[in-house]
């Protein structure tokens, strides 16, 4: 994706994020496009504006979630800083990738939101992170897949 394309499409997933979970209450059933937005931001710009973009992100989801505030927060700066380092690590764009990149991101967010939060907040563990985490990954996987190509990213061929 285009650097120019991305400063669009970041805030235009980030909005649609907040609409969509507070503003229709759909929670669960929309995908996390918040994580979406900020894996997609992270493999263009630097470690540290990753990892600031992930604390504002963080911040915003923390603002209406009370007894866990701060949680959010933590997981999303690391997700960002790590999502910016896949960069030097993995080269290329193929549909595989970017799947694999959008499913294992967003399973780190969900098990390190799971981690940080209060053990009066969060549920058991199996459900969480084991059973939970891997089906709201791969929803946003192949949504942040469909976001990348509409934005106009073109896929490498995998062999």
């Given at each position: 994706m285009s650097?120019?394309?991305?400063?669009w499409a970041v805030p235009a997933l980030a909005v649609l994020h907040f609409v969509?979970?507070?503003g229709f209450s759909l929670g669960a059933v929309a995908p996390d496009l918040l994580t979406v937005a900020l894996l997609v931001a992270a493999r263009e710009v630097r470690m540290g504006t990753a990892a600031g973009l992930g604390l504002l992100?963080?911040?915003l989801e923390d603002a209406y979630s009370v007894?866990?505030?701060g949680a959010n927060a933590f997981a999303l700066t690391v997700v960002g800083a790590a999502g910016a380092r896949t960069r030097d690590l993995f080269v290329g764009d193929s549909l595989l990738f970017a799947l694999s990149y959008m499913?294992?991101?967003t399973w780190a967010r969900q098990a390190l939101h799971w981690m940080v939060v209060g053990a009066d907040v969060r549920a058991p563990f199996v459900q969480t992170?084991?059973?939970?985490a891997p089906l709201e990954a791969a929803y946003a996987a192949v949504v942040g897949a469909v976001v990348l190509w509409a934005f106009g990213s073109s896929w490498e061929t995998v062999a």
């Open positions: 650097r120019r394309r991305m400063v969509l979970h507070v992100f963080g911040l007894l866990s505030f499913f294992f991101g992170v084991l059973l939970g």
